[in-house]
């Protein structure tokens, strides 16, 4: 099991997730990017079987606002 966690509050827009890893990341209304199907708050989490995208987002943000963590 993985978890996803993002802290919006440290995205600065650059859409480097996005772009690497659209499944999973979309822009919201505020400019900054969340975690589909996800609510929008400031961190925001989401435990996945498969970390599909988020880890080569997680290395390529470069504001660290993106972490996964294995259970
Ligand atoms: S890569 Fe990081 S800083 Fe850039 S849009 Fe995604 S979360 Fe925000």
Redesign the pocket.
């Known amino acids: 099991m993985y978890l996803l966690e993002?802290d919006?509050t440290?995205?600065?827009?650059?859409?480097?997730?996005?772009d690497i890893c659209p499944e999973v990341?979309e822009?919201t209304n505020d400019g900054?990017?969340s975690i589909k199907d996800v609510e929008i708050s400031d961190l925001q989490k989401l435990e996945m079987d498969d970390p599909l995208c988020t880890e080569d987002?997680m290395e390529?943000?470069?504001?660290g606002?993106?972490k996964v963590y294995r259970d």
């Open positions: 993002l919006r440290m995205c600065v827009s650059c859409g480097t997730c996005i990341f822009f900054l990017s987002a390529n943000c470069p504001s606002a993106i």
